[in-house]
């Protein structure tokens, strides 16, 4: 059975740092691997999502890399700012479509 | 811009009552996907419609919970009756056509209390 895991689980940081957050997985067929963003009390943003035959994803200050061989991800921000405060989830699409998510990590910038 | 529409936003409810809540998926997408968000067990696929088919609701407890697409504009899921066990943001997202890898996009959630 798939199963995510994702460190740290919340993770405080001054304005302007640069930051990793990590995913990983158990079972290394999976189609692909997204990250999300969600804001408190709303639905998921899709971010970056890495097609199983990639290495990674860039979207602006977000880059996202993707190791199915040793069952890892990671999402790097760089130059975080408060607007980037909210909880990030990764997730796979396993053999059968399904997405499986991790727990999330939440993320506070401070000003 | 096109999103991924639920109602209620918010649902207070008592123990036995019927509950049903409600998704409107972005025009064109032919995949539909309920969640269930808990603190302690995350974010669970509950079950998911292609084309309004019914493709897999392993997830979905069977003796209280029921899910339909009654056309291609809105799917329901239902809970009767409901238990203060079912309390948690229930997502429904949609996924355009394509191979199954699509990005889906989520809606805003309803946020379930069942006293």
């Known amino acids: 059975k798939q199963e995510v895991t994702q460190i740290p689980a919340a993770l405080s940081v001054p304005e302007g740092e640069n930051l990793v957050l990590n995913c990983s997985f158990t079972?290394?067929?999976?189609?692909?691997l997204q990250w999300f963003r969600q804001d408190p009390g709303k639905g998921l943003t899709s971010l970056l999502l890495i097609q199983s035959s990639q290495r990674e994803q860039t979207s602006g200050r977000l880059n996202a890399s993707l190791d199915k061989s040793s069952g890892r991800s990671t999402l790097y921000i760089a130059a975080s700012q408060p607007g980037d405060s909210a909880t990030y989830l990764c997730?796979?699409?396993?053999?059968?479509?399904?997405?499986?998510f991790g727990s999330g990590t939440r993320l506070l910038v401070r000003p | 811009d096109a999103r991924v529409t639920q109602t209620p936003r918010d649902k207070v409810t008592e123990m036995g009552q019927e509950v049903t809540m409600r998704c409107q998926p972005i025009?064109?997408?032919?995949?539909v996907f309920w969640y269930r968000q808990t603190m302690m067990q995350g974010l669970e696929l509950l079950a998911y419609?292609?084309?309004?088919?019914?493709?897999?609701d392993s997830g979905m407890p069977k003796d209280r919970f029921s899910a339909e697409m009654p056309d291609a504009t809105l799917a329901t899921l239902k809970i009767q009756p409901s238990e203060p066990r079912d309390s948690a943001v229930y997502f429904c997202?949609?996924?355009?056509?394509?191979?199954?890898?699509?990005?889906?996009?989520f809606g805003p959630g309803t946020r379930l209390l069942v006293l």
């Open positions: 997730a796979v699409m396993d053999s059968s479509y399904k997405l499986i």
């Open positions: 419609f292609r084309n309004r088919a019914p493709l897999d």
């Open positions: 079972d290394s067929a999976i189609y692909n």
């Open positions: 025009l064109g997408h032919n995949t």
């Open positions: 997202a949609s996924a355009p056509p394509g191979q199954g890898q699509e990005t889906q996009y």
